[in-house]
């Protein structure tokens, strides 16, 4: 039978799914995945729309910032959008956790592309980043995802990125 509940993920279901460890784990909290219809029906053509939202706290231990910049420490767009990307995979989850362990070893999400990315208003330590992400396209294995970031309600960041999942058999 098809989920169409919301999701809530915690660090230890987080690390369950992401093969990222610190310090290239950018996902604290999975607030909510939610869809227009059944989370884990398989068909590509039921992911359109599936949005997920997820959070980051920034620390100013996080290792970047002893080197970007020392006097003004700022998030470097990059680990902005990989931790954009990270809360965009879970899009797969409801889909992945019904597979078996099996399968789920074989899984592996790849970021192909990212267009359209502009940083509006500086990520500093302390922040905590909320980020909401949609699924624009699915075909296949080819996923396109909608992303923006806020802190404290601002804007602050947005991208269009492209994943490709790939499963060894």
Known sequence: MSETKSYRLEQREIQAFLPHRYPFLMVDRILEITGPGALDDDSPKTKVGIKVVGIKNVSVNEPYFTGHFP???????????????????????????????????????????????????????????RFETEVSLCRSTMWAFACKAYVEGKLVAEANLMANLVVNS
């Open 71 to 129: 006097n003004m420490p700022i998030m470097p767009g990059v680990q902005i959008i990989e931790a954009m990307a990270q809360v965009a995979s879970f899009a797969f989850y409801p889909t992945y956790m019904k597979k078996t362990a099996e399968e789920r070893d074989g899984f592996r999400c790849f970021l192909v592309g990212v267009d359209g990315a502009r940083f509006r208003v500086p990520v500093v330590p302390g922040d905590t980043i």
